[in-house]
Each structure stands twice: as C-alpha cells, then as structure tokens.
C-alpha cells in the first residue's frame, strides 16, 4: 500500500492517527516488503501479526501462508480489515489488545511465526505478554522504536543492558537489522524506529529456574551501579559463587554475561533435583500383564530392554478448570520439549501408586497434598506409555507450582477446549502417554 492508499483507508475507517495509542503507520511498500520478508514464511506456515493497522504488511503475506491472524486494537481498524479479507478464508482479525490477548489460544496453529510493527505506546507490553516463554513461535520479526531494539539487544557494560535485555535474550536470539527513519510513518514520529528478528534460543545454557533467574535480575539491577553481593538474597554464599565463577567480589549486575546470569542462577537455586533430570541406575519394579512384580531392575535396563514397570500421571486443575501441563525438559531421556501431564513418574522398587504420587506432585510441582488424589483410570502397558502400567490420578491446585528445571522446561494452565483443539490439530506436540491418559480421562475432563 502507498502512502496515498494508506491516508485513504484511515478516511475512510474514520480513523485520526491517536498519539495515546502510538498509532504511526508504515506508508514505504518497499519497507513493508523488506520487513515480510524477514520472517521466511513458508507455505505450511501461519503468522500472527500484533498492530496490522491497515494491512500495510499483511497484504504481503495473504496467499502466501497457511494461515494469517490479526489482532488490531482499534475496533474501527479491526472492522475495516474483516470487510478487506472478508473473502480470505485464510486470514482471521481479531479486534483485542496484543498486551492482553491470550496467547494459549495459539499454541494449536503451529507452525507459527509473529509479525509486528508495534505501538510505541505498548509495544514492550505486548512482547512480554505473547513472546514470553511458554510461547508457540519459532521466528519473530518486530519493529519498534530504536532505543527499545538496542535495549533488547544490548551486551554487559553498555548502558542499555539491562532486565528487559536479559529477560529476552534468555529465550530469544536478538539480531537488529535496519534503522526505519520517521519518514517512513504517518504521521511521522520524533525518532527512528527499528527492525529486529528474533529465534528461538534452543541450547547452550544448562537448565536453570527462571523464575529464580528473573528475580535475581531484578535485585541486580534495582540500583545498577551498586555491587551485586549487596543485593542478592539473605543467606547467599558470595565468596563461595565468585570463586566457581572466577569474577570479582566487586561485580556489578550490569557486568554479568547471560550465561553468567544463569551460573549465578544455578548457584543461588537450592531444589534438589536442580541438577539431573533422571538417574539411570535408579531401581524400579519389573511387573507382568497383571501388574505383579516378577523381579528389580535399573531404569536403564528397563527402558532399554522395555520391560514392564509402573507409572503415575495426574491431572491438575485450577479453580476455573483449566489443566496444568508440562512441557518436559529438553535434558529429558525420553519425549524431550514435548507437552505432558501435569505431573508424571515412575514408581521406585518397593512403592505403591499412592505414595508415589503424592511424592510425585510435591517433586516437580512443588504441590503438597493432604490426601491421596482421585484414582480416574487404568492404562495398560504399550508402546504409548512406555510399557508402562500407568495410572491417572486428578486433582485441584490453585496456588502456586515449583519444578524443578532439569525435569521440567516449564509449565502453563490451559482451558480445556483449547487444549482438545491443540491435541487435535498437533498430537505430535505432546508425550504419547499423556495422550493415552487424555483419551482415558475424557469422561473426567471437567474437574
């Protein structure tokens, strides 16, 4: 769309460019094109797209992928591009806020890819809400003003670093592209904007509790130019960290690498499975057809030799209904970065079902219970689960979850008919047992 085009569409929407709402539109069709073609669209791909505005990069990419979804803030911009692809069966708007959309809604779309010329006035709100992990995407082009692009991207020392700088680069690669001068928007802004790609950052830190890593960030650089051993939580051995990490006692927050971020986090991080997502020389049972034990084995030997042994999984509910889900940590043995049930776990030699599942729970949820929750199926052995004797077991949580980082690679509440979509749509996306014990549970879906 030309400049001309894009004035046009505002007339007639009725729309006056709001200041308040950080509404500048790109009226450079060769800009436009540039940016669509950072994202490398595939055929099977889709591709959300936060602030379309007008279409202005949207036009670019109907046609061109599997699926096209719109989410426009303003209501007379959201209507006008319902009646412009209302003949696309492709393209879908929603007029809702990017900061507050509601992500999971998404997850079933993979392959997924997002696209944004962000509003100056939310933009850093929107990234937060959609690009935070858990997220579906796999690439991420955004443009926003520029001073936010070399805070995203910025390295220790600098005086753009910060906790917006590591709280993306611990899940995003950050490669800023080009300056877009204001020229370029309408109405034009005081200062330049600029074009980033963001990939998914998929190795070379070890596992470590994100949450734990996000409050440190925050202590580091709630007075930035003070030394970090004054701020880090009561009890922290410094000297002992400084020496595993060779750096100075006088380290400052804003000194530190990414990597060093997580050492500190990993230092700092007392739960006691931190370390190993499994162990291959732990004892299970080795059961028969009818679930009685015939002799020990190690967990190596049993999955190796895929013998017969016990399982638990457990559904947990929040108050609303919504289930926990598990996405397993990629250190994992078997379904590594696959969806599972809330909690799932093997039996140790010796153990009843009940008793390893209420251990289960408060291992790698962190969720404590008084009683032994509700027995709601039986799962024979087979190769879904591992040939496994699985049972399925439910229960209500509405306070907090702990995991440990090595099991698990996080976890998130999802409703229940946006789940069934997803497993519908992508049944790959999860462990092959948990979808044994999804078909098991539909009978009991609603808690």
Partial sequence: MTGREIKDTLDRAGVLPSKQMGQNFLIDPNMARW???????????????????????????VGQVRKLILIEFDARLAAALTERFKDEPTVEVHHADGAKFDGRKLFKHRP??????LPYSCGGAILKNLLSRPHPFTRAVVMLQKEVIDRLAATPGTKDYGILSLRTQVDWIVEPQRTVPPEAFYPRPRIDSAVAILTPRTSGLPAFDHRLFDELIRRGFAQRRKQLKKQLPDGTDWEAICAAMNIPATTRGEELT?????????????????????????????????????????????????????AIHVFVFNKRGDLLLQQRSMFKDAHPGVWDSSVSGHLDAGEDYATATVRELDEEMGIHVDEVPEEIARIGPCEETGW???????????????????EVETAAWFPIAELESWITARPDDFASGFIKCWEAATPFLKP
């Fill in 35 to 61: 940016i669509v073609s950072q994202l490398d669209v595939r055929a099977d791909d889709a591709v959300v797209e936060v602030g379309p505005g007008t279409g202005s990069l949207s036009e670019h990419l």
């Fill in 112 to 117: 997924l890819k997002f696209l944004g010329n």
């Fill in 258 to 310: 990414l990597a060093q971020w997580v050492d500190l986090t990993r230092a700092c991080d007392p739960h006691p499975l931190k370390d190993l997502p499994q162990k291959s020389g732990e004892i299970f049972d080795v059961v028969d057809e009818n679930d009685q034990v015939i002799g020990q084995k190690t967990r190596g030997e049993v999955h190796a030799q895929k013998l017969l042994h016990r």
């Fill in 388 to 406: 496994e004797h699985v049972r399925l077991y439910r229960t209500k949580h509405s306070g907090a979850i702990r995991y440990p980082a090595a």
